[in-house]
């Protein structure tokens, strides 16, 4: 088994992507999991779907479902949905389920027995249904030589039958993409399957002689016989290569299926997506497909006692921004409550948040938002929750809700797409320090206290980019590095130029900064690749215990203010040397240091630990869970001269500025919380004039600002000509 000379040079085709719908940001909704809803359901739910204003109805037909018998394609069930479509006005988006998620035919398990998933024990996958998937969930491996055969013919009969269709809007190349059984697999390890293994020791081999495999493994294997794909994420410096292997081995994968399709059609948007957070396989899959995206919970935000953790979907959907081709992202998955079937764990989803997860995914530059779904899912317990219609087809206040925002967005198509301004402040994403938190069962930690710091700022209107260390930080004023723990030859290419200028953004470190090489193993003398410039060593470690907490040890002492830590708290002991100070202690040990300069901070714990929030967000933890205490967030950007983009006085409102494509700025103003807000706005620049577009409004302006009110969950758009 080789990776090939083709090995990640395939992608989908550039194209125009700027005509493909007739507005200018469209809105639709997943409809069709065979077999339900039925078609005798179809016409009048498309009716009031097309007269709600969306424009797109997605299809998750699935491979078992469409080829019964090898080479035979029962398509007669998507040829009505086409046609139905069409004559309402709306354009399919249909999914076809290779690789993550759904059961291949069961006669390509019969013929192919050893297609099934190896587990990492040596067991194959057996079949299983989930609450996505009732005909049958995932268990094959795409490695297996016989997959692309078969998708390939699938194709083949695929998309020339409809890509011609008027009702064709958008291919789902690869949902969701991850390992072979990632969503079925009784754990998290990649596929175990002799050709995937053997794959891997292809890759391996064309990337290192042996001796140079033994440097970088710190092994001492004499023969590639006795070379094998690693078992256990105990052991990390081994399981970051087979991780990166599967990350290529995916984009690969995604590059010949988007490649093909391109070829047989050409003029469509193809679509992937990851999750609703960083991973680490995202950056290097994504530039492999048209655009990105994600799905992502959309509940118990504005009816929690943290209406600002709504500030995590805006996290989620800045980071698909980021990740995107040339930017372009949908939010393709607006999930409702998750209900849970007989035994019910949410509150449903109240009208405010599904119309603010529209308005979010528009002000974040994504190209469309996509409801999951219509109906909800009758085959299993998913129901009754996730849809915006009830179980007899009738809507709920989430779908009017949907429907007003759609009408509410047509009266600002004039000022759309939007630009989307630099940050100030940026906080920067490691891929391999995430995988590093999850070979040690601590990747929801990671994301948590990753994401903590936007949380903090989200609410402040400061909306921070987020940033990896390919990417460009010099125009930033403040770059935060949270838990930096792994610095390979990447990211220190992107940190030690700021601190060897003295100039360019201040830089803050926090956690666990440099403890590990770039092979994954602890470092001889953290922080890792820093020693020259960094004058601080670490002494120690400690965490604050049960103990600690009882005797009000647990109490982190910085510069602006005494917060008490949770138990568990970890921090290393930092010892300053020269002429770079203290700046946080617990219990007498220095925690925080700063150089001298006054540009580089580096905190031994996370900063996530000074506050907390009964909010998990996904992925979903029990709570509390990591949060920045504000006055931690203001501290930072102040250091740094950071300030929000216009000021705000009455009731706190989240602001947001974008420019117009007509001139002008928008300004973009949410009420989170359950009262009327009235508040006055003052921008950071000199405004001419202010109109409300929603509301078809002029709003006098005195001494630089003007006012307004929002009621609960409301989006307000000003749009400001320049004074």
Same mark, same amino acid.
């Given at each position: 088994?080789?990776?090939?000379?083709?090995?990640?040079?395939?992608?989908?085709?550039?194209?125009?992507?700027?005509?493909?719908?007739?507005?200018?940001?469209?809105?639709?909704?997943?409809?069709?999991?065979?077999?339900?809803?039925?078609?005798?359901?179809?016409?009048?739910?498309?009716?009031?779907?097309?007269?709600?204003?969306?424009?797109?109805?997605?299809?998750?037909?699935?491979?078992?479902?469409?080829?019964?018998?090898?080479?035979?394609?029962?398509?007669?069930?998507?040829?009505?949905?086409?046609?139905?479509?069409?004559?309402?006005?709306?354009?399919?988006?249909?999914?076809?389920?290779?690789?993550?998620?759904?059961?291949?035919?069961?006669?390509?398990?019969?013929?192919?027995?050893?297609?099934?998933?190896?587990?990492?024990?040596?067991?194959?996958?057996?079949?299983?249904?989930?609450?996505?998937?009732?005909?049958?969930?995932?268990?094959?491996?795409?490695?297996?030589?016989?997959?692309?055969?078969?998708?390939?013919?699938?194709?083949?009969?695929?998309?020339?039958?409809?890509?011609?269709?008027?009702?064709?809007?958008? !291919?789902?190349?690869?949902?969701?993409?991850?390992?072979?059984?990632?969503?079925?697999?009784?754990?998290?390890?990649?596929?175990?399957?002799?050709?995937?293994?053997?794959?891997?020791?292809?890759?391996?081999?064309?990337?290192?002689?042996?001796?140079?495999?033994?440097?970088?493994?710190?092994?001492?294997?004499?023969?590639?016989?006795?070379?094998?794909?690693?078992?256990?994420?105990?052991?990390?410096?081994?399981?970051?290569?087979?991780?990166?292997?599967?990350?290529?081995?995916?984009?690969?994968?995604?590059?010949?299926?988007?490649?093909?399709?391109?070829?047989?059609?050409?003029?469509?948007?193809?679509?992937?997506?990851?999750?609703?957070?960083?991973?680490?396989?995202?950056?290097?899959?994504?530039?492999?497909?048209?655009?990105?995206?994600?799905?992502?919970?959309?509940?118990?935000?504005?009816?929690?006692?943290?209406?600002?953790?709504?500030?995590?979907?805006?996290?989620?959907?800045?980071?698909?921004?980021?990740?995107?081709?040339?930017?372009?992202?949908?939010?393709?998955?607006?999930?409702?409550?998750?209900?849970?079937?007989?035994?019910?764990?949410?509150?449903?989803?109240?009208?405010?948040?599904?119309?603010?997860?529209? !308005?979010?995914?528009?002000?974040?530059?994504?190209?469309?938002?996509?409801?999951?779904?219509?109906?909800?899912?009758?085959?299993?317990?998913?129901?009754?929750?996730?849809?915006?219609?009830?179980?007899?087809?009738?809507?709920?206040?989430?779908?009017?809700?949907?429907?007003?925002?759609?009408?509410?967005?047509?009266?600002?198509?004039?000022?759309?797409?939007?630009?989307?301004?630099?940050?100030?402040?940026?906080?920067?994403?490691?891929?391999?320090?995430?995988?590093?938190?999850?070979?040690?069962?601590?990747?929801?930690?990671?994301?948590?206290?990753?994401?903590?710091?936007?949380?903090?700022?989200?609410?402040?209107?400061?909306?921070?980019?987020?940033?990896?260390?390919?990417?460009? !930080?010099?125009?930033?004023?403040?770059?935060?590095?949270?838990?930096?723990?792994?610095?390979?030859?990447?990211?220190?290419?992107?940190?030690?130029?700021?601190?060897?200028?003295?100039?360019?953004?201040?830089?803050?470190?926090?956690?666990?900064?440099?403890?590990?090489?770039?092979?994954?193993?602890?470092?001889?003398?953290?922080?890792?690749?820093?020693?020259?410039?960094?004058?601080?060593?670490?002494?120690?470690?400690?965490?604050?215990?049960?103990?600690?907490?009882?005797?009000?040890?647990?109490?982190?002492?910085?510069?602006?203010?005494?917060?008490?830590?949770?138990?568990?708290?970890?921090?290393?002991?930092?010892?300053?040397?020269?002429?770079?100070?203290?700046?946080?202690?617990?219990?007498?040990?220095?925690?925080?240091?700063?150089?001298?300069?006054?540009?580089?901070?580096?905190?031994?714990?996370?900063?996530?630990?000074?506050?907390?929030?009964?909010?998990?967000?996904?992925?979903?933890?029990?709570?509390?869970?990591?949060?920045?205490?504000?006055?931690?967030?203001?501290?930072?950007?102040?250091?740094?001269?950071?300030?929000?983009?216009?000021?705000?006085?009455?009731?706190?409102?989240?602001?947001?500025?974008?420019?117009?494509?007509?001139?002008?700025?928008?300004?973009?103003?949410?009420?989170?919380?359950?009262?009327?807000?009235?508040?006055?706005?003052?921008?950071?620049?000199?405004?001419?004039?202010?109109?409300?577009?929603?509301?078809?409004?002029?709003?006098?302006?005195?001494?630089?600002?003007?006012?307004?009110?929002?009621?609960?969950?409301?989006?307000?758009?000003?749009?400001?000509?320049?004074?």
């Amino acid at each position: 088994m080789h990776t090939g000379d083709n090995w990640m040079k395939l992608r989908s085709h550039e194209k125009d992507l700027s005509g493909a719908f007739a507005r200018p940001f469209p809105v639709g909704v997943e409809y069709y999991r065979p077999p339900t809803p039925l078609p005798e359901f179809w016409d009048e739910d498309f009716r009031r779907i097309s007269g709600a204003g969306m424009s797109i109805v997605r299809a998750w037909y699935c491979w078992n479902w469409v080829e019964t018998m090898p080479n035979v394609y029962e398509f007669d069930d998507l040829d009505l949905l086409f046609d139905t479509a069409a004559r309402h006005g709306l354009k399919i988006w249909v999914d076809s389920p290779f690789g993550t998620h759904m059961a291949c035919p069961a006669w390509m398990l019969r013929e192919h027995p050893e297609m099934r998933v190896m587990l990492r024990d040596g067991n194959y996958q057996q079949d299983r249904a989930g609450a996505f998937a009732p005909h049958g969930a995932m268990t094959h491996n795409f490695d297996h030589p016989m997959w692309r055969v078969y998708t390939e013919r699938y194709l083949r009969q695929f998309v020339p039958r409809y890509k011609d269709h008027e009702a064709m809007g958008i !291919w789902g190349t690869w949902d969701g993409i991850s390992t072979a059984g990632a969503w079925t697999g009784t754990d998290s390890y990649p596929p175990y399957n002799d050709y995937t293994i053997a794959k891997y020791k292809d890759w391996l081999y064309e990337r290192f002689s042996l001796d140079g495999l033994n440097k970088r493994l710190l092994r001492r294997y004499r023969s590639w016989e006795d070379v094998d794909a690693p078992r256990s994420k105990d052991v990390p410096v081994e399981f970051h290569l087979w991780n990166r292997f599967h990350y290529e081995n995916m984009a690969d994968h995604l590059g010949w299926m988007a490649d093909l399709i391109d070829q047989l059609d050409g003029g469509h948007e193809q679509r992937s997506h990851g999750g609703s957070y960083p991973a680490a396989r995202h950056e290097l899959i994504s530039p492999f497909i048209d655009s990105w995206g994600l799905s992502h919970h959309a509940s118990n935000r504005l009816t929690s006692d943290d209406p600002y953790s709504v500030g995590y979907e805006a996290y989620g959907f800045h980071w698909c921004r980021q990740m995107g081709r040339g930017n372009r992202w949908w939010n393709e998955e607006i999930y409702s409550n998750f209900v849970g079937g007989l035994h019910p764990v949410e509150k449903k989803t109240i009208a405010q948040e599904s119309a603010l997860m529209i !308005w979010l995914t528009l002000i974040e530059g994504g190209a469309g938002a996509m409801f999951w779904q219509y109906r909800p899912e009758y085959m299993t317990y998913e129901a009754p929750g996730l849809s915006i219609a009830a179980l007899d087809g009738e809507p709920t206040e989430r779908f009017v809700a949907a429907r007003d925002t759609i009408a509410a967005i047509a009266r600002i198509e004039d000022h759309l797409p939007l630009a989307i301004p630099q940050s100030d402040v940026a906080i920067a994403y490691s891929g391999p320090s995430d995988d590093q938190f999850d070979f040690n069962d601590m990747s929801t930690a990671f994301v948590q206290r990753h994401r903590a710091m936007y949380s903090a700022l989200w609410p402040l209107s400061i909306s921070p980019d987020l940033v990896t260390p390919t990417m460009d !930080w010099s125009g930033y004023q403040l770059v935060y590095l949270p838990n930096f723990a792994l610095l390979d030859d990447v990211a220190l290419a992107a940190i030690r130029p700021i601190l060897e200028s003295g100039s360019g953004p201040h830089i803050v470190a926090d956690g666990y900064f440099g403890t590990f090489s770039e092979k994954g193993h602890w470092s001889w003398k953290p922080p890792h690749g820093l020693g020259d410039l960094i004058s601080c060593r670490i002494a120690d470690f400690d965490v604050v215990n049960s103990y600690d907490t009882a005797a009000g040890r647990n109490i982190v002492e910085m510069e602006c203010g005494r917060f008490e830590v949770p138990t568990g708290t970890t921090y290393y002991i930092l010892e300053p040397q020269g002429d770079w100070e203290p700046v946080a202690t617990i219990n007498g040990d220095v925690a925080g240091v700063r150089s001298a300069d006054g540009r580089f901070t580096w905190y031994s714990f996370t900063l996530g630990a000074t506050s907390s929030s009964n909010v998990s967000g996904q992925p979903t933890t029990p709570a509390p869970v990591a949060a920045v205490h504000p006055d931690v967030a203001a501290a930072l950007l102040a250091t740094a001269g950071v300030a929000a983009p216009m000021r705000i006085d009455g009731d706190r409102v989240v602001a947001y500025r974008r420019s117009s494509c007509a001139g002008g700025s928008l300004i973009f103003l949410i009420n989170v919380e359950d009262r009327v807000a009235r508040t006055r706005i003052t921008p950071g620049w000199p405004v001419g004039s202010a109109t409300d577009l929603v509301r078809g409004s002029d709003l006098p302006i005195a001494g630089g600002a003007f006012a307004t009110e929002l009621g609960f969950g409301e989006v307000v758009v000003i749009h400001c000509t320049d004074g």
